[in-house]
């Protein structure tokens, strides 16, 4: 069994290991693969068709069949590396792990937002951005720069959505916001003042490729989503005595959501896994 850490513990070599194996997985060209598969199964309410990935219920077990995908591919390349965690709700110096130089570089440069220090830095010729709405090939980031300026969120602000008891509520899209651990996390809050919250905050903060569909062109969308995966485990620890999942049963024919949303039973395309399957992480890793 293997063991993801919060980025913070890592050692000097651990975090030399993670990023060797992420550059590796990059030169054979699968790395995009990924990108272009988040950006694919990216499905807005206003859209038609299922929503597999985003504001939906299975938003958490889609995402953390990619994360096992994904560090399926990077242990393929060293077996010692796991995905490790980014805790934003603590960690926020732009300073330290995992913004530094010998890990995931910092900040873009004023002007084109371009990442220029650190081994994902496009002048080393080893980070083409290849998956993208814009005609940029390096990879950018805008610390807090999104909508003339956003803040990573606080514990209070997680706590909020660790303290809700239910899973997710109907109509299981962006527009359910005053209940439901899912997209309270997720962090939709349409028709509200308070701006996005949690993961979309997060998204938004980083700025760059993390605001958009292709965001895994950003090396730290894995660390973020980890620690969205570690908050789903935390959360099911609390409320136990709950559903993990809802909805439970297909959604019935004639209803606004029919066909649009997965229940427990549903396949995770284009994972091999339903959400009942990914309920319990333990089968596959564990946390620190």
Not at 130 to 138: E, L, S
Not at 211 to 231: E, M, Q
């Amino acid at each position: 069994m293997h063991v993801r850490k919060n980025c913070k513990d890592l050692t000097a070599g651990e975090q030399k290991r993670f990023v060797d194996a992420v550059l590796e997985v990059k030169r054979k060209g699968v790395y995009d693969d990924y990108v272009r598969t988040h950006a694919h199964y990216f499905v807005a309410d206003g859209e038609g068709g299922k929503r597999f990935g985003h504001m939906s219920p299975s938003f958490l077990p889609w995402h953390r069949a990619m994360l096992i995908s994904f560090e399926n591919e990077l242990r393929k390349v060293d077996d010692q590396v796991t995905l490790p965690y980014w805790d934003w709700t603590s960690e926020q110096s732009t300073n330290q792990l995992p913004w530094t130089a010998d890990f995931l570089g910092g900040n873009g440069r004023t002007g084109d937002f371009q990442v220029t220090e650190g081994r994902f830095a496009h002048r080393l010729g080893q980070w083409d951005i290849n998956v993208q709405v814009t005609n940029d090939p390096f990879l950018m980031r805008n610390f807090g720069g999104w909508n003339d300026g956003v803040t990573l969120p606080s514990r209070a602000d997680l706590e909020e959505a660790l303290s809700d008891p239910r899973y997710d509520t109907y109509p299981y899209d962006s527009t359910a916001t005053t209940a439901g651990f899912r997209n309270k996390l997720e962090g939709w809050t349409v028709g509200a003042d308070v701006g996005w919250k949690l993961h979309n905050r997060v998204h938004a903060w980083a700025g760059g490729q993390m605001t958009g569909g292709s965001s895994p062109n950003d090396p730290v969308f894995w660390l973020h989503h980890c620690f969205i995966d570690l908050i789903w485990t935390r959360w099911q620890a609390r409320h136990k005595d709950v559903p993990q999942y809802l909805p439970e049963k297909p959604i019935a024919a004639g209803d606004s959501q029919f066909g649009r949303v997965l229940s427990l039973d549903d396949t995770l395309t284009p994972w091999e896994f339903t959400p009942r399957q990914l309920l319990d992480h333990s089968g596959f890793y564990a946390y620190a």
